[in-house]
């Protein structure tokens, strides 16, 4: 079976270091298919810079922003974004920018789809996106 690229939504790591109830374990199972090489997870650098802005504020501790941004960098990759990538972006004039920038990130990268909780935000580019229990119903390996 042929590994599936898809773009990881900021969200979906939130869900896990957050633990968000009713959330995490079925963001954990996605990343855990990242892990294992099931998944080609990809992001992009916004993403992680919000992630360690927020796990640092929601804990108190910058040695635990740094400690989960290691373990994401471990599991997913960092997508190169190019500047025809924001040009493309800006012109898509989405209402937030940072999610048409994934958007164009994720089609520019090749994914299958964008991986998220929020998939109206994503409603205006022509790309799939399903949340995390969606993807793993789709592939048999629910939670």
Request: overall charge negative; some cysteine.
């Amino acid at each position: 079976m042929k590994n599936e690229r898809a773009m990881i939504d900021t969200n979906i790591f939130l869900d896990v270091l957050l633990n968000r109830e009713g959330l995490a374990d079925g963001s954990s199972h996605l990343l855990e298919c990242c892990e294992n090489h099931m998944l080609t997870g990809l992001f992009t650098a916004s993403c992680i810079t919000d992630i360690f802005h927020i796990v640092r504020k929601h804990t108190k501790s910058t040695d635990a922003a740094y400690y989960a941004v290691s373990k994401i960098m471990n599991i997913v990759s960092v997508c190169d974004v190019s500047s025809s990538d924001v040009i493309l972006a800006l012109e898509k004039h989405a209402r937030d920018f940072e999610d048409g920038l994934l958007a164009v990130c994720a089609m520019s990268h090749e994914c299958s789809c964008i991986i998220t909780r929020n998939k109206t935000d994503f409603r205006d580019f022509n790309i799939s996106c399903l949340t995390p229990e969606e993807w793993l119903d789709k592939q048999k390996c629910g939670t």
